[in-house]
């Protein structure tokens, strides 16, 4: 997996490591992990929301493993569209989300990476050897 390892590969195995296991949180704290994700008390706080957020977070695990199986394939290029796509999109939709519910700072901060991350895909960077 790791023979033909460039500097380039350090963002992706970030990123899928970063989905792939912050995902599983909600498992076991779905408060917490609303509340650290940006979501404010009064959603976190309310049981009948726990269930939403694990099943959006495993599916953003499965993201992440998506990520690590392309990149043990070799298939970098794919890599790159997986970027593009989930941090353009997550990130200005999460933006969205979290300055309509009051939250400009982390507004801000979902903007600024998922505008990173959207980037890095967009532009090729991982398959672009």
Not at 7 to 28: E, F, K, M, Q
Not at 58 to 71: C, D, E, K, N, P
Not at 100 to 106: A, H, Q, V
Request: hydrophobic share 45%.
């Amino acid at each position: 997996m790791f023979e033909q390892f460039n500097p380039r590969d350090i963002p992706p195995l970030i990123v899928a490591a970063g989905t792939c296991y912050t995902g599983l949180w909600p498992l076991w704290n779905a408060r917490a992990s609303m509340l650290t994700f940006g979501f404010p008390a009064r959603l976190a706080e309310t049981p009948a929301t726990h269930p939403v957020m694990v099943c959006c977070q495993i599916r953003t695990t499965i993201l992440g493993m998506i990520l690590f199986a392309f990149y043990s394939q070799q298939k970098f290029n794919e890599i790159d569209t997986v970027m593009a796509i989930v941090g353009l999109y997550a990130g200005a939709m999460d933006s969205y989300i979290f300055y309509r519910e009051g939250n400009p700072s982390k507004a801000i901060f979902r903007a600024v990476v998922g505008s990173l991350i959207g980037s890095w895909g967009y532009f090729g960077m991982t398959g672009g050897r």
